[in-house]
């Protein structure tokens, strides 16, 4: 128990702090989405970049790790659209919202600092596979939805190429193909560059902990409590326990890779959830209370996956 909590008392702690911070003035929320800014578009891209060129990736796309995770997201995301029509009479809208909900999880602010201080390197090359898949699937997806959902006039061609153009922007997915160009150039980063993105990859893991805390006071209880708990309880519990089943009742994978997907699903419902909705103006009572609950609770199903995964479970 003493090395789950060495792990989940800073993680939180750190986040925590943040979130203390921002509430009480010492840290401005311009302050923290600058923070934010600079993890998402500088230091984990390089992180990404850094990894993928130098590791020594698989010769075949590894289907298996991926089925075991991209089925459960596509079970989840269509039976949280369902849910959301027959069980809460939601529009469209919200009905893509909670699919989104149910399936997408904070996977770099939370997930990645938890997968590189649990399992270091060895879990890093899993993580980033499924990563590298996590915004590409969702936010096409979620995007295409939620386009339609407003403009059912517009052409198909008219919504994807939003999608496409906006997806070529995302620094995190430029990290991964810059990455894995050069792997397969075999172009290693070396000299300057490698220490340069070395130090970017050095503050990852506190700033994105740090900017997490800050950005959880913008979400609170806002209304749609029902919904809000089904969700949680679909994403945080539900979801991971499918994983698990998905990794070693079909696909057999390796108990760390196993725990690697896992934990990537036990992750609380992403703040994009709250971004889009924002967005598209759709659901934001609902978004705003998930994710403030989702992440609350996942103190403690995260620390009860860390203590199954220390204890041999996997």
Same mark, same amino acid.
């Given at each position: ?97 909670t699919g ?89 980063? /070396?000299? +300057?560059?490698?220490?340069? =993105?070395?130090? #970017?990859?050095?503050?990852? %893991?506190?700033?994105? *902990?740090?900017?997490? !805390? ?50 990537m699903a ?22 705003? /209370?998930? +994710?403030?609950?989702s992440t =609350?609770?996942? #103190?403690?199903?995260?620390? %009860?996956?860390?203590? *199954?995964?220390?204890? !041999?479970?996997?």
């Amino acid at each position: 128990m003493n090395s789950v909590l060495e792990i989940t008392v800073p993680v939180f702690g750190i986040g925590l702090l943040g979130y203390l911070a921002t509430r009480l003035g010492w840290f401005s929320e311009q302050a923290g989405e600058g923070l934010a800014a600079f993890v998402f578009n500088f230091a984990i891209p390089a992180l990404l970049l850094r990894t993928f060129a130098n590791a020594d990736l698989p010769e075949n796309l590894p289907l298996d790790l991926i089925g075991s995770y991209y089925l459960p997201v596509a079970v989840f995301y269509l039976s949280g659209m369902l849910i959301a029509r027959y069980l809460f009479d939601r529009p469209l809208g919200g009905q893509v919202i909670t699919g989104f909900s149910f399936s997408y999880g904070n996977a770099v602010l939370l997930g990645l600092p938890l997968v590189l201080l649990t399992l270091g390197d060895e879990g890093a090359l899993p993580y980033f596979i499924l990563l590298s898949m996590h915004a590409l699937s969702l936010f096409t997806v979620t995007t295409v939805l939620l386009e339609y959902s407003r403009h059912r006039e517009a052409s198909p061609l008219h919504i994807l190429g939003k999608v496409f153009f906006g997806l070529l922007k995302n620094p995190i997915l430029l990290g991964i193909i810059g990455g894995i160009t050069l792997n397969w150039l075999g172009v290693p980063l /070396t000299g +300057v560059i490698d220490t340069t =993105a070395g130090y #970017l990859q050095n503050s990852v %893991a506190a700033c994105s *902990l740090f900017a997490l !805390g800050a950005s959880m006071t913008k979400y609170r209880i806002a209304g749609q409590l029902r919904q809000s708990v089904t969700v949680v309880l679909a994403k945080n519990i539900a979801f991971p326990v499918c994983v698990y089943f998905t990794c070693t009742q079909v696909f057999a994978l390796p108990a760390h890779w196993t725990f690697v997907a896992v934990l990537m699903a036990a992750q609380p419902t992403g703040v994009n959830a709250y971004i889009f909705a924002e967005r598209y103006q759709t659901a934001q009572a609902l978004a705003t /209370t998930t +994710v403030f609950l989702s992440t =609350a609770f996942s #103190l403690l199903t995260i620390s %009860a996956l860390l203590y *199954l995964y220390q204890s !041999g479970a996997f």
